[in-house]
């Protein structure tokens, strides 16, 4: 088991920035990967950003550039760092922990609000 709590949403201006942190407990050596994921009303979840426990990234397309996703192994965080924020920047972030089996774990969520 796999317990994730997220923290440092909030609502930042157009342009602004924001970290995102990710605090992981439980059976780590069971885990793959973690990553964020974010979700609008009426949409899917959509997979942002991922780290693997070698240390290799992925983006999606729509923050590629912009985000850069890291962890601190010492402290068992992963962190989002968010650059050049959009509106459609705006939703709940979640964040995401993958073990070798291909089970997911899930935070509650912060929120990330951009104003134009």
């Known amino acids: 088991q796999v317990l994730l709590a997220e923290s440092g949403g909030g609502l930042v201006q157009a342009g602004g920035s924001l970290t995102l942190s990710c605090v992981a407990s439980?059976?780590?050596?069971?885990?793959?990967?973690f990553g964020w994921h974010r979700q609008v009303p009426g949409a899917q979840r959509e997979a942002l950003a991922t780290?693997?426990?070698?240390?290799?990234?992925s983006y999606s397309d729509s923050v590629r550039g912009r985000f850069t996703i890291s962890r601190d192994v010492a402290k068992n965080t992963v962190y989002l760092h968010m650059n050049s924020l959009k509106p459609d920047d705006t939703g709940v972030y979640y964040c995401?922990?993958?073990?070798?089996?291909?089970?997911?774990?899930w935070g509650r969520g912060t929120q990330v609000t951009v104003s134009s």
């Open positions: 439980g059976t780590m050596n069971t885990i793959f990967s």
């Open positions: 780290i693997t426990r070698t240390e290799t990234t």
């Open positions: 995401n922990a993958r073990n070798f089996i291909n089970r997911d774990f």
